[in-house]
């Protein structure tokens, strides 16, 4: 994606389809490193004790295993980048309604709830489609909203054809208090 696209959204609040899309590729990713991960431990396992180790899925011990897996994955990557890498790919980042960094107590909090999203048929995501924020249960738990944020480099500010500033700024962008409610400066588009 170019500077310019990108910089139309940015701050701006991502949708549902982006977030969708993001948490099916975390849930692949995650998926996947889990199930890496108890292949090497039977392995190891067998190694040592020379003994065939397989994992039974039918007590809970693995469900149990995979819940925590799951709850570590997200919150340590939204405790610590504000992102999961799905949503890197889409450009998407968790940041505080007020576009401030997601602390890690709220990312913890933010995890937590977030099982509780998908209870009575997934009822906890509406927000995303009725809100204006589009926030999810666990987003209005966590104090937390969702916002495109690409790491593009952009040309610089005044360039032609790009704004000094965002025309509907969103959480994670500010206007400086000099210029709000002043007219945007940037050149106008040649037709």
């Known amino acids: 994606m ?10 701006h609040y991502a949708g549902a389809v982006s977030r969708l899309a993001s948490f099916v590729i975390d849930i692949v990713v995650s998926a996947g490193i889990f199930s890496v991960a108890l292949a090497a431990i039977s392995y190891g396992a067998q190694v040592i004790t020379g003994n065939l180790v397989s994992w039974n899925h039918s007590t809970g011990v693995v469900a149990g295993l995979f819940a925590a897996w ?3 994955y997200f919150g340590f990557s939204w405790a610590t980048n504000g992102r999961t890498l799905g949503m890197a790919v889409f450009g998407i980042r968790v940041v505080r309604t007020d576009g401030a960094v997601l602390e ?5 909090i933010r995890a937590l709830v977030f099982p509780f999203s998908f209870l009575f048929c997934g009822l906890g995501f509406l927000g995303i489609l009725v809100q204006r924020e589009h926030r999810a249960l666990h987003d ?9 944020a690409w790491t593009v480099r952009a040309p610089a500010s005044g360039a032609a054809g790009v704004p000094d ?3 509907e700024p969103g959480p994670g962008t500010t206007t400086p208090p000099e210029r709000r409610g002043q007219p945007s400066t940037a050149p106008a588009a040649d037709a």
Do not use: C, D
């Open 2 to 11: 170019t500077a310019e696209p990108a910089l139309r959204y940015q701050g």
């Open 70 to 72: 799951e709850l570590a």
């Open 104 to 108: 890690p107590r709220h990312a913890t």
């Open 140 to 148: 209005l738990a966590a104090g937390s909203a969702v916002i495109y």
């Open 165 to 167: 500033r965002p025309t």
